[in-house]
């Protein structure tokens, strides 16, 4: 059985009412405290994206502080993060602009982490050498056991006016990459700032909330975006029979 943590949007560097990036940071790190103090083990923590708010290197550096866990953590890029800065800091590697894929072979199950994000873009596209990777990884290495495959932006409506235009397109390509590989579990994203479940070519598509604010539903009346909502989580538990569970968590906060 695998436990996996999935956080998405920790945005550090955004400044709400003039505070300087302090509220962003506070989040993030009651979110990363949390879970260090858990009495059990998890076997990752997943970060699916916008894990700065502007992109720079000491906003990477705010994150790479952050995030720093007892447990190993896996992120991919999102829209507001920047692949140079984000490469040289966070992974120690040349600040190139390709696309930042990763495959991490944990316990039991491999999880690909994909960049979905389009540079100077809201908006997000898996482009054809990450579908060509994906397809390449999912077909090779330990094939006999499951995989999950994460990124930012999700690639479908959630009905979410204020995500929906900028969600992932090309998602047809997507699809078929996936209809060839039946060990893929589950496909894991963030970008929506809220906790959601559905699905995607036939497999469960699990929306992590977001840490630093929440998109709320046109039902829900005032703000697209509420601050006033507490930071939030997912854990993910895939048993034996490759069957993934989601439990959400909200954490009480000072804001």
């Not at 982490?113 to 397809?135: K, N, V």
């Not at 930012?152 to 390509?173: A, S």
Request: charged residues 20%; negative net charge; proline residues 9%.
């Amino acid at each position: 059985m695998l436990t996996i943590a999935h956080l998405s949007d920790t945005h550090l560097g955004q400044v709400h009412h003039g505070d300087g990036g302090r509220r962003a940071r506070r989040r993030t790190e009651q979110v990363m405290a949390y879970l260090d103090a858990l009495p059990g083990p998890l076997d990752a923590v997943l970060v699916t994206g916008d894990l700065a708010d502007h992109g720079r290197p000491e906003e990477y550096r705010e994150v790479a502080e952050a995030l720093k866990s007892r447990h190993p953590v896996l992120i991919c890029p999102g829209n507001h993060d920047s692949r140079a800065p984000y490469r040289e800091v966070l992974l120690g590697e040349a600040p190139e602009e390709g696309p930042v894929n990763r495959l991490h072979r944990l316990p039991g199950a491999d999880v690909l982490m994909l960049d979905s994000s389009i540079p100077g873009q809201h908006d997000g596209l898996l482009d054809e050498p990450t579908l060509d990777w994906l397809d390449a990884q999912l077909a090779e290495g330990r094939t006999e056991l499951p995989a999950l495959v994460a990124f930012h932006h999700p690639p479908v409506e959630l009905h979410l006016p204020y995500v929906d235009p900028i969600r992932q397109f090309g998602e047809d390509r997507l699809a078929r990459v996936l209809h060839r590989h039946p060990r893929v579990a589950a496909l894991l994203c963030g970008h929506s700032h809220t906790g959601a479940a559905t699905t995607f070519a036939g497999l469960p598509l699990l929306v992590a909330p977001g840490v630093v604010s929440t998109v709320t539903l046109p039902c829900e009346g005032g703000s697209d975006i509420a601050f006033d909502h507490p930071p939030m989580l997912a854990f993910h538990v895939l048993d034996g029979d490759r069957r993934l569970t989601t439990h959400y968590r909200a954490l009480p906060t000072g804001d």
